[in-house]
């Protein structure tokens, strides 16, 4: 642990247990991101839902690159897949960090859950 920051520890309340499920399984592999075990004090919940919280303003652009993400996508397999160039993958990733208020991808997958922004 040369230097790197603790993970951020997240906690999962769902009550679909398909859908916690899916969610741990995204969320598993993330850089930077621990789940919490059941009963263990988290730095963030992810409460799914099923609308975006209404003061989330990301572009449609945004949320399919958050999707990606939070599959563990790379810039790189983000832009193939969205058929944009990775300079603008960054920017998007850029203006997600800015939007949600997070300092990496995985801060900014564990806000957009917790937003609801994030379909999982």
Do not use: Y
Request: glycine share 8%.
């Amino acid at each position: 642990m040369s230097g790197e920051p603790p993970a951020l520890v997240v906690a999962i309340e769902v009550g679909e247990p398909e859908l916690a499920d899916r969610l741990a399984a995204l969320l598993a592999d993330v850089p930077g991101l621990r789940l919490a075990a059941p009963g263990e004090p988290a730095d963030a919940t992810l409460v799914a839902g099923s609308e975006p919280a209404p003061d989330v303003a990301l572009t449609p652009r945004e949320l399919d690159v958050l999707a990606l993400i939070a599959e563990g996508a790379s810039n790189k397999a983000i832009a193939r897949r969205l058929g944009i160039s990775v300079h603008t993958v960054k920017f998007h990733i850029a203006s997600l960090l800015d939007k949600l208020d997070a300092q990496g991808r995985a801060e900014a997958v564990a806000q957009g859950a917790r937003l609801r922004a994030l379909r999982l």
